[in-house]
């Protein structure tokens, strides 16, 4: 949808997906193909090494409204595609403005046990104590080394929200949420067909000595999978089970997020019809 859109104004497809954006990984993250890339403009695809621990929404955000003024710029129509609800968020809304925390704070906070730590936060900031999961062990640190390192708890950051670009825009936004049968069906079929196709590109990244243990990239669905299937710890049906049943947990995700998430006038799809694809494609041309 995003190519016909961008092949019908001249538009540039700018990625919103949280493991597209890596350049190790293009089969197993269903990156656009070669061939797709070049019938439009694409960007933050594959510009990150896979090695970078310290990518997140927000260098995504910083990155994303370059792109967008870049191809305003240019008098070309910017397409964000993806499925990454936070990048979104982020990029509209704007991130809490957390000072730095102290590194010695982190690794102190970072070696509790979580129940140590839920403990600590539930005196601290008993608002963020009472949100989380108290086995959250990485949700439970951060917001206890946010109130030790700046004063304050997460809360009062998150209401200082800042370089949202939502109120600066005219946008039109569209969610695809289609039959759920017809699109699990569609992922058992598809993970089995990267895994004949990306299982060179998993090898080549999980044997590359710089790659760090905590590496975001490790926890993109299918890595884990094809890491197991690679070390003889899974069977190739056990793997290739273990990845569609990985995804489809990740689409029930989307599905959730994205009906709660919307604004008021984002345009729902639940038909993957091409009449239908073409009928929202002339109404987004025409707002």
Known sequence: ??????????????????????????????????????????????????????????????????AIEDSVAAGSLPILVGGTGLYMRTLLDGIAP????????????????????????????????????????????RALEVVRATGHPLHHWHAQ????VGDRINLSAVILLPDRDWLNARIDRRFGEMLDEGLGEAAALLARADLPADALIRRAIGVPEAAMLL???????????????????????????????????????PDTDADVRRSIIETLLRI
């Open 98 to 141: 957390v000072p730095e925390i102290d590194p010695a704070i982190r690794t102190q906070v970072r070696a509790l046990p979580v129940a140590e730590a839920h403990a600590a936060l539930s005196r601290e900031d008993p608002v963020a104590a009472a949100r989380l999961n108290p086995a959250d062990t990485t949700r439970v640190a």
């Open 231 to 269: 070390a003889g710890t899974m069977t190739r049906a056990e793997a290739e089970a273990a990845g569609a049943l990985a995804t489809r947990r990740y689409a029930k995700r989307q599905f959730t997020w994205f009906r709660h998430q919307p604004g008021p006038d984002w345009t729902v799809i």
């Open 1 to 66: 949808m995003a190519l016909d859109l961008a092949r019908a104004t001249g538009g540039t497809i700018i990625n919103a997906d949280s493991a597209q954006v890596y350049r190790d990984l293009s089969i197993l993250t269903a990156r656009p193909s070669a061939q797709e890339e070049a019938q439009a403009p694409h960007r933050l695809f594959g510009h990150v090494d896979g090695a970078d621990t310290g990518y997140s929404a927000a260098r995504w955000a910083a990155e994303a409204r370059g």
């Open 161 to 164: 929200k800042e370089g949202g």
